[in-house]
């Protein structure tokens, strides 16, 4: 046996996955807003398909995973606790239009600190003091009563709020129901994905999509089998990005009296992976703000971003890929709202109003 200690074992893993992570997301420009962005202003669905292939990826390799016994989903955030249904809509959307504002989401604001862009540095630091604020802080106050009068509590057997749960309540055998959700879910997403000839013609999107898929589950296996230590266990979790960024900051500012966790690490990860991929492509060059307006953009997007990923409980990649791998219904309603969210940002970008941004979004859709 090692004698490191457990949180430096799952740090060092952690690093290495979110190593992976970042250069991938770097070298494929694998993006969630850059995929949206692509769809609302040019019809091109090949980014948008690379990251429902990563989730179909981190949904069929996590759930098989728990179906094994090698982690058990039921111990992560996403399914404990009641159906947070407002907070995943507000915070959704807060968070979808904050990051066309900011230029990206908490994933993308890593890769770019890698490849010199300082925007994304004062991007970063505003996401993780909204992110603390909304998390301990004042504007913690209005989240917790936000939760108090909307949070459905979820009875039964399972007593969580996953999908399957939910449809075994109904009667269905748990284990028939998470598979059915699997099946409808992952399968009609691999047809949607490969359907498109264009998206079939680029390896590219192709191996980005798979490789950031299995970063999901890879960060399962690194806290629940790496992490799960008799004496001190790592609680289960997988990447995030929102409150990790956070918890960085706080890490790095009190580095004597704090112990490392798989965000923190995965967020380093993450930026180094991302800047020795930039190197490697000589696409790295320092970019900074062009003007006042185009840094209070950031400001306020990076403010929507923090109060928004918290609220909802994750970003793109924490519910959007590291949530709905559980079937958490709370992670499918945050989803729907920040991806709502990003397009009504992008129209609102377009229009220059966000009455008129808005009643673009209803009309199209």
């Known amino acids: 046996m090692s004698d490191l200690p457990i949180s430096t074992i799952v740090g060092g893993a952690a690093f290495v996955v979110g190593l992976i992570f970042g250069a991938t997301a770097q070298r494929t420009n694998f993006c969630t807003m850059g995929a949206l962005s692509d769809i609302v202003f040019m019809g091109d669905w090949r980014r948008f398909r690379a990251w429902m292939l990563a989730l179909a990826v981190a949904m069929i390799a996590s759930q098989a995973m728990h179906h094994a016994g090698l982690v058990d989903l039921g111990k992560s955030i996403y399914l404990q606790g009641p ?124 191996i980005g999509g798979l490789i950031i898929g299995l970063m999901v589950p890879a960060g399962w296996w690194v806290t629940g089998v790496l992490g799960n230590d008799e004496f001190d266990p790592t609680p289960l979790s997988s990447f ?65 971003m923090g109060i928004g990923g918290v609220m909802a409980m994750g970003c793109t990649i924490g519910q959007g890929l590291t949530g709905i791998s559980t079937l958490s219904a709370t992670s499918f309603i945050a989803l729907a709202a920040i991806l709502f969210g990003g397009v009504w940002g992008l129209k609102y970008m377009e229009e220059g109003s966000v009455g008129a941004a808005l009643k673009a979004v209803l009309a199209r859709g």
């Open 83 to 206: 159906l947070a249904w407002a907070g995943a809509i507000i915070g959704g959307l807060l968070f979808g239009f904050g990051m066309t504002l900011a230029g990206g989401c908490g994933n993308k604001t890593l890769v770019r600190i890698g490849g010199g862009n300082l925007k994304s540095v004062v991007t970063f630091l505003v996401v993780g003091l909204f992110a603390y604020m909304t998390l301990k802080g004042l504007i913690g106050l209005g989240r917790v009563q936000i939760e108090s009068l909307t949070n459905i509590a979820v009875a039964g057997k399972a007593a969580n709020q996953g999908v399957p749960a939910l449809l075994a309540a109904l009667g269905l055998p748990e284990t028939i129901a998470r598979w059915l959700v699997v099946t409808v879910i992952a399968g009609g997403l691999l047809v949607f994905c490969f359907k498109d000839a264009d998206f079939r013609a680029a390896p590219h999107d192709i």
């Open 240 to 304: 995030t990005f929102v409150a990790p960024i956070g918890d960085t900051i706080m890490y790095l500012m009190t580095y004597t009296g704090s112990t490392i966790n798989f965000g923190i690490a995965a967020v380093g990860g993450v930026i180094v992976g991302s800047f020795l991929s930039s190197l490697a492509g000589k696409s790295f060059h320092v970019e900074a703000f062009s003007d006042a307006a185009d840094m209070g953009r950031h400001l306020t997007g990076a403010a929507m």
